[in-house]
């Protein structure tokens, strides 16, 4: 675990920085120096919830838990309110989201309650055959094999902005096929939201728009999670 803010300070080198992504807007504003000040204390704070738990779920794993900062009413307001500033200041008035897409199954902790902070609709995106009705599908590469996302094609609208939330970014397969999914719905892809980045594994480079991890990431020589830890990153 290292101690900067944000991996977003060293992006991809062919992938554009979330917090400098250009925009036509004219309305688009880059955070104030008061604003950019409370996003950092916000981004200490949080980091001082995360617990670490070594050799878990087996050796040679560090496990990091974000569950304490649901756990705690003052960290989870924190917590929404750090992500409400990025994207408010990244995306601006016009360019804000119209819809927050989370990730089965921690993208739903903290989707809903950032797209109502937002005013925008929360969609979930589910393994093959949790969803009723017609649905989308996208496809992607695990450890053992494939597995399927898929969301329903009355989720989003042709045109409509979407932000795609995770709490963590491994191999970037999952993250990428969720963005796969808002494509084939006609949907806008603004970017992705994290709360945590291994970026050893680069999967950044996987994903074709803006990525913004929250916290701190974890690099190649710290005991570090694998797949295995979070199969759906």
Do not use: C, W
Not at 78 to 92: D, I, K
Not at 136 to 163: C, M, N, P
């Amino acid at each position: 675990m290292t101690d900067r803010d944000s991996t977003s300070s060293h992006p991809s080198r062919d992938r554009p920085d979330a917090t400098t992504f250009p925009t036509k807007n004219p309305r688009f504003s880059p955070p104030t120096s008061s604003s950019a000040a409370e996003l950092a204390r916000l981004q200490i704070r949080l980091k001082k919830a995360l617990v670490q738990y070594p050799d878990f779920p087996s050796p040679g794993i560090l496990f990091e838990d974000i569950l304490p900062i649901f756990a705690d009413p003052g960290l989870h307001e924190a917590f929404l309110r750090a992500l409400e500033l990025h994207v408010r200041h990244s995306y601006g008035s016009e360019e804000k989201p119209e819809v927050v897409l989370g990730l089965e199954a921690r993208g739903f902790l903290f989707g809903p309650s950032l797209a109502l902070r937002l005013g925008a609709a929360f969609v979930p995106v589910r393994k093959q055959g949790k969803l009723p009705g017609p649905t989308e599908t996208a496809s992607f590469k695990k450890e053992y094999g494939e597995d399927f996302f898929q969301v329903q094609k009355s989720a989003i609208r042709a045109g409509q902005k979407v932000l795609i939330v995770d709490d963590i970014i491994a191999t970037g397969g999952s993250a990428a096929a969720a963005g796969t999914l808002v494509k084939k719905l006609g949907g806008a892809l603004l970017g992705y939201v994290f709360i945590l980045e291994l970026d050893f594994l680069r999967g950044r480079d996987k994903l074709d728009a803006p990525v913004y991890t929250l916290l701190s990431s974890q690099e190649e020589g710290t005991p570090s999670p694998t797949t295995a830890q979070h199969p759906l990153s």
